[in-house]
């Protein structure tokens, strides 16, 4: 009877639209469900809910990110993968993380940016846009520390650009900002090429 009950709960089309969506939303309902059968509802409700939590949380420990370059015939950074012939800069590059930088995704953030610093030789600053970053927490402030130390032992400065009022805030009271020394904190990723780059920032089209 339980069976029954439950695929005549069973909403097809709504499931079938989870699987063109998102791959994983569908296995969750579906994980729910059965859940729900082999359990009861309450159990199998937590259970999909602990979940889905997981998987949030693996998505955001490894978040999208991207370096950011300039394109003919658009205005503000645009991920440089996405467009051909996108202009970046010699001395300086600009890199977006698109998350909260917390203690689960910290140590995934200094390896990118590590990474990066490393394939571009030459670079004199590496600026993160602080647009996406809504929140730094203590293990998050004790790693940009870190970071800052390793960038400055290959020649290369970390800077912020476009931070939030809160995050700003939090890099002051924990000492990141003094580790970053004067001139590391940019109103704009504009300002942070015209301020880095020699020659400035040259191109007529400016950020909207």
Request: charged letters at 20%; proline letters at 5%.
């Amino acid at each position: 009877m339980l069976i029954v009950a439950a695929i005549g709960l069973f909403d097809v089309p709504e499931t079938l639209r989870l699987w063109k969506i998102n791959r994983a939303e569908f296995a969750l309902s579906i994980i729910t469900m059965i859940g729900v059968v082999a359990l009861d509802i309450l159990d199998g409700i937590l259970m999909a809910v602990l979940i889905a939590v997981l998987l949030l949380l693996v998505r955001s420990s490894r978040p999208p990110d991207a370096v950011l370059g300039r394109v003919n015939g658009l205005k503000g950074f645009h991920n440089v993968v996405h467009h051909e012939q996108p202009r970046t800069w010699p001395s300086v590059v600009l890199y977006r993380f698109e998350a909260a930088l917390v203690f689960y995704n910290a140590p995934y953030f200094k390896k990118r940016v590590l990474e990066m610093a490393a394939s571009r030789p030459g670079i004199k600053w590496f600026v993160v846009d602080g647009g996406p970053i809504n929140i730094i927490d203590s293990t998050g402030a004790s790693m940009l520390e870190a970071l800052v130390s390793d960038l400055r032992a290959r020649g290369i400065r970390l800077g912020f650009a476009n931070l939030r009022t809160e995050v700003r805030a939090l890099l002051e009271r924990s000492g990141v900002k003094a580790a970053l020394g004067e001139g590391a904190l940019f109103p704009t990723l504009k300002s942070a090429v015209a301020s880095c780059e020699p020659g400035g920032f040259t191109e007529a089209s400016g950020e909207p």
